[in-house]
């Protein structure tokens, strides 16, 4: 069987659900299956629908985003503005302060959240 990876949408989609969200596993994997079909998220997780289908995915986005395991759950998803060229970008991060590659001047700057 080959390897079967996640895109770049539907780790967003993931990482919009369970970080921004709060979507538990179960609720998780309902929202996945309502996305995408059933087939290709037991593709990525290797099961079939409930709560370990849901970690599954949350397993597979971690590993989009390099992350490691459960780091996940102390970080956040939202807007922020880059400090150097002032354009809004929806990022993951740990921490708003952490400088961090901008996604359009590519300057390493501080990301300031824009949400308050």
Request: hydrophobic share 35%; aromatic share 10%.
């Amino acid at each position: 069987m080959t390897d079967v990876y996640m895109t770049e949408l539907e780790a967003r989609t993931v990482a919009l659900l369970r970080m921004h969200f709060k979507c538990t596993f179960g609720k998780l994997a309902m929202c996945c299956q309502a996305l995408w079909d059933a087939d290709r998220c037991e593709l990525l997780t290797g099961y079939r629908y409930g709560s370990p289908m849901g970690q599954g995915m949350v397993i597979a986005m971690e590993d989009y985003f390099k992350l490691e395991r459960c780091e996940s759950d102390n970080m956040s998803m939202g807007e922020q503005r880059c400090a150097a060229c002032g354009l809004s970008q929806v990022a993951i991060s740990r921490s708003h302060d952490t400088p961090k590659e901008c996604g359009f001047c590519e300057e390493f700057a501080s990301m300031w959240d824009t949400s308050n």
